[in-house]
Each structure stands twice: as structure tokens, then as C-alpha cells.
């Protein structure tokens, strides 16, 4: 078992996670935008994104939850469909944990404020909502605005260090899927290149990395596209991790469900997040998560083995905050409809005119999808 396994046992003793068991909400529920083409519902309990969409398609992708991790009280925040985590990506030291620093940060462990409700008459859906983090000394606001008329959403987070002191963070997305949506026949695709199993050893510098969807996982070659039941009783956990091209101005990350006709996709620019960390989870053989994750890091460890080893394929494991300063980061979120024999995402690239998402298919098909982007000032952001 893995560091992110005993991190997550060693609080509650025995690890049970619940994957697209719907637990009931909590604090003060849910907030939605609309459009005529989708839907997005975030919490303010835990700052979760916890639905999206399409109007016609009953399939959450972003269903997932999380029980046992701690005790769920009405009222407090528990880790559910896409939680950001801030300031940190996994376990804390042992120290810090003693001092009530928890896995993943604080960000999806308290409750938020919103800032700025949906109105019916605008014209893009969009909220604000914001939270502190005390034992980090950062506060965080963040913008959600929804297309007019199609499955994007744009989502914007600006950190601020609110102490007199520097200090070093991480920030990752953590969108978790789980069923109906997250089947065996479930395709994860990416433009991610280099990667490596967190399972194994850290690669050393020149070393030989893994190349997606391909990475090794203790002594197996796995295909990271797919994930499939087995007859297994045994439980895992495994985390592999990739970066990007040099050259490429944007990473996206997309999960296709053939048979529910649906894709949940997101892009972000890599100079944001250059890392992809995908976790895999099955229990009793079975299917039970996947997390999309993207962020500032690709180290599934404290802060003083980070900076112990400073970068893996040439990019950072870190980033850094000076004292009052804010910085800004975004990312869209998409869902869209797929035919029922679709083979996945080959190629995604944003229009010449910034106007649209468009999704090469893998072989057989080749088919192209155009998802409309249909968001305010995207043309000035990108």
C-alpha cells in the first residue's frame, strides 16, 4: 500500500470509500446554473463541484463521494464529485497531521461563501464563492460562468497568500468519476506525454519515463485508457502522473462513456498546470473511481520531500506565494454527447476563433465532435 493509502487508513483506521453513493447533502446545499443545453451544481459544503450535465442525459459524471475518509455530520463538508485540493496535494507530514492539518488541504473541508448568486436575468449563468483556509493562511475566489447555450463552463480561482510570509503551496483539481458513468467500457484520453507510477520509484533524472495511456505499476503494464473489473477480492489504489509537451499551450484531459453517450472533458493551459495524475481505485475486483487530476504538482508527498526533490521531467513540484500576493488560475469544464460506439478522443484543440472545442476521435472512426464554446471574453483569456 502506497503513502496515499496509510495516509487515508491512519484517520479513520479502516478505509471504506463509497463511489457514486449519494449521501445526504451537506451545509447549506446546492447552488445551479442553467442553460437551456446543461446543468452545473456546485456545494457550498467542501466547495464541490458535484454536477454537470446535459438537459435529456439523467448520467452525473461528477457523482462520486467519499465515505469513511472522516465521520459525515450534517453540516460538515466531506470530499465529493470535483474538490479542489489547496493547499496541498495528499498527506501531510506526521507533525502537521498531529496539528490538525488534513489530506488534500483544508479547501474541500470547509465551508464556502457565496459571494454572488445566479441571476435569472443573465445573460451567462454565473456565481462567486470564496473561502479561508486558517491553518494555510490563504483565501481563495473563485467564478463559475456557464455558456449561454451549450456544456462549457469556465472556471477561475484566484489564491491569496494572507499572511506577512511567503510560503510554498500546491494546487490540483481533483474531478473524480464514479458509476453509472465509470463503467469498463469508460475511455480516458489525454495530450499528456511523460509519466511515471507513484508506486515505483521516483525516476531519476535521464531516466527512461512511461508515455501515455502506457505506465508500468509495480511490475504490469497497464493501459491507462481503460479500467476493468476483475476477479479479484483485493482492494487498490494506484496513482501515475504525466506532464505535457513543451510546445503544447494546453493540457485537456477527457473520460468517454459509450454507452451513455457522454463525455466529460476539461483544458487548461499547462503553464497553470503542468502536471496529470491519474488515480485508479477497485475494490472487491470492482470498478469504484478515477480521478482526473491536474495540477501544480505530480508528488504525492509532504512538503519536505518535495522540496528535497525539487522537480521530475524538468517541472516544478511546487509553486510559491509571496507574502499578500494573489495569483490567478482557470480551466473549462465540459460535458457533450458522443455516439454509442465512439473510441475516444484522439486530438482536442480550442477554434481559430475561440469559439469552439473540437474533438478528433480515435481510429476506427475519426469522427469529429464540435463543442460550442459559447463563453464571454474567451477570445481575450486565451
Not at 65 to 76: N, Q, R, S
Not at 126 to 145: D, F, H, N, Q, Y
Request: one cysteine or more.
Amino acid at each position: 500500500m502506497n503513502r496515499r493509502c496509510h495516509a487515508l487508513a491512519g484517520l479513520v483506521g479502516v478505509l471504506v470509500f463509497g463511489s457514486g453513493f449519494e449521501l445526504p447533502a451537506a451545509g447549506p446545499g446546492l447552488v445551479t446554473l442553467n442553460n437551456p443545453q446543461s446543468v452545473l451544481a456546485v456545494t457550498t459544503a467542501g466547495g464541490g463541484i458535484v454536477e454537470i450535465r446535459l438537459k435529456g442525459n439523467s448520467v452525473n459524471p461528477l457523482n462520486w463521494t467519499i465515505h469513511g475518509l472522516e465521520p459525515v455530520e450534517p453540516g460538515k463538508p466531506y470530499l465529493r464529485g470535483h474538490f479542489l485540493c489547496l493547499d496541498r496535494w495528499g498527506a501531510p507530514s506526521d507533525a502537521e497531521a498531529k496539528r490538525g492539518v488534513p489530506f488534500h488541504g483544508e479547501a474541500p473541508r470547509v465551508n464556502w461563501k457565496l459571494s454572488r448568486a445566479p441571476e435569472a436575468a443573465d445573460k451567462y449563468q454565473w456565481l462567486t464563492m470564496e473561502c479561508r483556509l486558517p491553518l494555510a493562511g490563504l483565501s481563495v475566489v473563485r467564478k463559475i460562468t456557464l455558456a449561454r447555450n451549450s456544456g462549457v463552463a469556465l472556471i477561475s480561482e484566484t489564491v491569496v497568500n494572507d499572511r506577512k510570509l511567503g510560503r510554498i503551496y500546491n494546487m490540483v483539481q481533483h474531478p473524480s468519476i464514479a458509476a453509472p458513468f465509470l463503467d469498463d467500457s469508460t475511455l480516458v484520453d489525454s495530450n499528456a506525454t511523460r509519466g511515471f507510477s507513484q508506486e515505483g520509484e521516483v525516476p531519476a533524472r535521464g531516466g527512461k519515463p512511461s508515455l501515455w495511456p502506457q505506465i508500468v505499476i509495480g511490475k504490469q503494464q497497464v493501459d491507462l485508457r481503460r479500467f476493468r473489473s476483475t476477479q479479484s477480492d483485493g482492494t487498490i489504489h494506484d496513482v501515475s502522473s504525466f506532464v505535457f509537451e513543451n510546445t503544447a499551450r494546453n493540457g485537456w484531459v477527457t473520460a468517454a462513456n459509450p454507452k451513455a453517450k457522454l463525455l466529460l472533458g476539461y483544458v487548461w493551459k499547462t503553464r497553470h498546470y503542468p502536471w496529470l495524475n491519474i488515480w485508479r481505485h477497485r475494490e472487491g475486483g470492482r470498478v469504484k473511481s478515477r480521478g482526473l487530476e491536474f495540477g501544480t504538482t505530480g508528488l504525492h508527498q509532504p512538503f519536505s520531500t518535495l522540496v528535497a526533490q525539487g522537480k521530475i521531467f524538468d517541472r516544478p513540484l511546487y509553486t510559491f506565494i509571496d507574502a499578500g500576493q494573489s495569483t490567478t488560475r482557470e480551466y473549462m469544464v465540459f460535458v457533450a454527447e458522443v455516439p454509442a460506439n465512439y473510441a475516444g478522443v484522439h486530438r482536442l484543440v480550442v477554434g481559430d476563433n475561440k469559439d469552439e472545442l473540437v474533438l478528433w476521435e480515435q481510429a476506427p472512426g475519426k469522427r469529429r465532435i464540435r463543442v460550442p464554446i459559447d463563453l464571454p471574453d474567451v477570445s481575450a483569456r486565451r
